[in-house]
């Protein structure tokens, strides 16, 4: 073990994660093949390399205070959002080996390498999935099939709502990774997209009180099912934010289809 593994080790056990030597070792190998690639692909920014273990590893594994006990000991369905080198996903997948975690991620470069480190790293449970939310959301056996989904990606609350919460099943959560500047505000606008996706009220959780650099978890739990409508197409979600307005139009397009259905169950079948 190296002086940031050590200390890495002792944070996470104060964080309630106490790990083996063998997850330690595994983090160690993540870490060298995060900065090996970041060396070819900048996969990661200059800060963030610098930063790898005291903030990055370390926020990620943070994910256990927005969760109810239990979870951390059962098998959990997790979908990370926007993973990019694979923050929070792969340390959260070698901190809690029982969840099946997948990656998302839409870039080439960063696929490949999701790619090679599951395989390196042995992470059995992991998946890596090329592609956007928007889309994956669509899909029928990825549609609200997640206990959980994170998101840590740089976008207005209101956009990972959007991107996150179709995807989650009930009961489930979805929390996003923020920093404290203006969110107040962010979570305000993101209020019509909460109440029409299908979510209670979120919780916001900090997980740093480091001034300029303070963060927290923000939770949003999954109380109902998400309008087949959402999310919107590609891109939709970060240019413009869900409505009110939005929603009442959701809701009549979904009544104007139930009472179409219903009209075709009630038509008179034709006699042969």
Known sequence: M????????????ELGVPLQSDQIAAFEAYAALLLEWNERFNLL???AAAALWSRHFLDALTVVRGLPAQVDDNPTRVLDVGTGAGIPGIPMQIAFPQWEVTLLEVTNKKVHFLELATRELGLRHAQVAQGRAEDLAHVDMHR?????????AVAHTSA??????PIVARGGYAILYKGMTALSE???????ARVILGAAAPSVIPISMGGDDARSLV?????????SALPRRAGVPEQRALTAADGSRI??????ARERRQKLRERPRRRT
């Open 2 to 13: 190296n002086e940031n593994s050590v200390d890495f080790a002792v944070a996470a056990a």
């Open 45 to 47: 920014g200059p800060a």
């Open 144 to 152: 609200e099939a997640y206990d959980l989904c994170v998101a840590r």
């Open 160 to 165: 990972l709502v959007e991107l996150t919460l």
């Open 186 to 192: 962010e979570i305000q606008d993101a209020e019509p």
């Open 219 to 227: 939770r949003y739990l999954k109380t109902s099912r998400t309008p």
């Open 251 to 256: 809701a009549a397009a979904a009544q104007a």
